[in-house]
């Protein structure tokens, strides 16, 4: 079995790619990225690709034939990149990658979208739901790529599963201009920091358990949209208070607040996170005073 698996050295690929190497000894992976190359090995076989570049994709899609793609790359600028003209270049090398997949034999392919793809004012977020949402490029991007692989799978006679993946947090490869990693890092330089809208309730989930998530999508090969997110509502205030050591723990929201997320695929595959956030957060508190020598 051949696997392809776009943007590994990423936030959400790195992770996915861990448990990838742990569960499939028997198959071929073929990682590849527009930073740096990892040396190859007996099960991994990496490349350094742009995917702007149609004709080397093409050229390589057609020597390794893979049978199922994972794609995470997309290009992110983190200061605007709601607005960034970059999302559609990923649009586009998207849409010319899966062509090519679907092209020269792939089956199924897992692709990222956002929870931005819902309309701020949804009482209810549903999987089966896919609205055109015009407020920024980002989310217009991911709804004009996901009718796109929808409509080119049927021409093909291939499977995709879409993932909706909502807040998450955890690891060190996170944008420092998220939230999570600017609380932290305001809290240990003692310097303040304004929030929008602290007090919306989000449902935050540990980038770990989002990979495991997927994983176990794959497996129980479950197609469509599927969205991933914490089935707990924390309010980001109380967030920052314990970042910032006013509180010693969060606590979760036992008010149904809206917008209700759907979650009848996690439920169908018995997910459940693992990872707790108050002891994570002071581990993930403790790496970032480590990189910043404090």
């Known amino acids: 079995m051949n696997i392809l698996i776009t943007g590994y050295t990423g936030y959400l690929g790195s992770p996915f790619l861990n448990i990838l190497k742990k569960n499939y000894k028997n198959a071929k992976i073929f990682c ?8 190859k090995n007996k099960l991994l076989n990496y490349k350094k690709l742009d995917l702007t570049n149609y004709a080397d994709v093409k050229k390589y899609i057609a020597k390794i034939k893979p049978k199922i ?4 790359a997309w290009k992110i600028n983190f200061s605007n990149y709601q607005n960034s003209l970059d999302n559609f270049i990923s649009l586009q090398f ?56 929808n409509k080119t799978s049927k021409n093909f006679n291939s ?3 879409w993932f909706r993946v909502f807040p998450s947090y955890g690891s060190i490869l996170e944008s420092p201009k998220r939230l999570i990693p600017s609380l932290i890092i305001s809290a240990i330089k003692d310097k303040k920091i304004l929030i929008k809208n602290p007090h919306k309730k ?4 540990h980038v770990k358990d989002v990979a495991r998530a997927m994983h176990l999508v794959f497996i129980k090969n479950i197609t469509g949209i599927v969205n991933i997110a914490s089935k707990k509502k924390i309010k980001i205030l109380d967030i920052k208070k314990f970042i910032y050591g006013v509180t010693s723990k969060i606590k979760y929201s036992n ?14 595959i018995s ?4 990872i707790e956030i108050n002891q994570n957060l002071i581990k993930l508190k403790n790496i970032y005073k480590k990189k910043f020598n404090i």
Do not use: M, W
């Open 32 to 39: 590849i990225s527009s930073r740096g190359v990892k040396k």
């Open 69 to 72: 793609l994972f794609h995470f």
């Open 94 to 149: 998207s849409k010319n990658l899966y062509f090519l997949f679907c092209k020269y034999g792939g089956k199924q392919a897992y692709f990222v979208g956002s929870d931005q793809e819902y309309d701020d004012n949804s009482k209810i977020c549903r999987e089966k739901e896919s609205k055109k949402k015009k407020h920024n490029y980002y989310s217009l991007s991911k709804y004009y790529l996901y009718n796109y692989i």
């Open 159 to 161: 499977q995709f599963t």
């Open 202 to 205: 989000i449902n935050l989930l």
């Open 255 to 268: 008010v149904l607040d809206l917008p209700k997320i759907e979650l009848k695929n996690l439920n169908k």
């Open 271 to 274: 997910f459940r996170e693992k």
